[in-house]
Structures are given as C-alpha cells and as structure tokens.
C-alpha cells in the first residue's frame, strides 16, 4: 500500500507542473495547440515511466527534459516527413487580460523581442528566469554544459536589452516627426 501511496502523490505532483510544461511548450513550440499535444505526450510518457523516476531528484527537470525530448523528436520527424503547421502564426504567449493597455502593449513588445532572440537562448532564458531553476537544472534540461546555459542566458538578457533599446529609440523618432 505505501508503494501506492507514493504513486498516487507523484501523480499529483505531475498535475502540479502543468502550467510550467505548458509555458515551456509554448515556447519551444510557439503554437498553442502544439504546445498542448507536447505536454499531453510528456505526460503520457513520463507517466509510462513512472518506475525510472528516482525520488529525491527533481521532478520537474525530469518532465521538462521529457517535454524537450519529445520536441526534439517530433522536430525530427516532421522534417524527415516535410511536415508543416497549418497555423503559422506565433503564439509563444497566452494573451493578457488587458488590465492596463500600456501593460499589454510592453507585453506584446517583449514577446515579439522574445522570437527574435535564437531559440536557444529564449529556452534558456525561460528555464533559468521564468521557471526560476538553477543553471545545473536547466544544463540537465537542455543536455548542455552549465557554462553554456550561463552564456546563452547572459546573450538572451542582452539580446533583449538592445532589442528594447532599440525599440524606443525608433518610437522617440516617431514621435518626434
């Protein structure tokens, strides 16, 4: 019974991280309904291998590797088979409520600055500042050395700072005209 017990706790701490998955599906995937199937397969598989979790660990890096495996597999895949998303429109993002319309609008710069950082550095960026994991965490998720993760975090925040940069110096020149 004990053994059932720690199942069924586990499961719930899988429920527990779905809006993480789903966030950093949405990212790898920039397509909501995308983003969806890759968690609902991260899921399926993490719960399939339930036995090879060893408790202690972090479980949310294991789903998130999971999640990116399964990425990586399907990116694989479609481009062996030359498949392509119907809706290709990105939606790396859920929409905000509109609270404030200068909240809206500095979130809809950030998102579009945030596609055009490499992909690399946007996953990292999300692990390491939105997710609020360790730099080992997320070099376990990404399979990559830690000092890569930290250069690829430091190039995504600078990335950023001179897209904004950039982006309010071409709105102080439309507003001076």
């Not at 830690?146 to 940069?165: E, K, M, P, Q, Y």
């Amino acid at each position: 019974m004990p053994e059932h017990a720690d199942h069924a706790s586990l499961v719930a701490s899988l429920t527990e991280q779905l809006p993480h998955l789903r966030r950093y599906a949405m990212v790898l995937c920039r397509h909501r309904d995308q983003a969806d199937d890759l968690v609902q397969e991260a899921l399926l598989r993490a719960i399939d291998h339930l036995h090879q979790f060893r408790p202690g660990t972090n479980l949310r890096a294991w789903l998130f590797t999971i999640l990116r495996n399964a990425h990586l597999n399907n990116c694989r895949r479609n481009q062996r088979y030359g498949v392509t998303s119907i809706d290709e429109r990105p939606a790396a993002f859920e929409q905000p409520s509109p609270s404030a319309q200068a909240d809206v609008v500095a979130l809809k710069e950030l998102e579009r600055c945030m596609l055009e950082i490499p992909d690399e550095q946007r996953e990292a960026l999300l692990l390491v500042v939105v997710e609020g994991m360790t730099y080992e965490e997320a070099a376990e998720v990404m399979a990559v050395p830690i000092g890569t993760i930290r250069s690829r975090v430091s190039r995504a925040r600078r990335a950023l700072l001179h897209l904004f940069a950039a982006q309010e110096q071409e709105m102080e020149l439309e507003a001076a005209v």
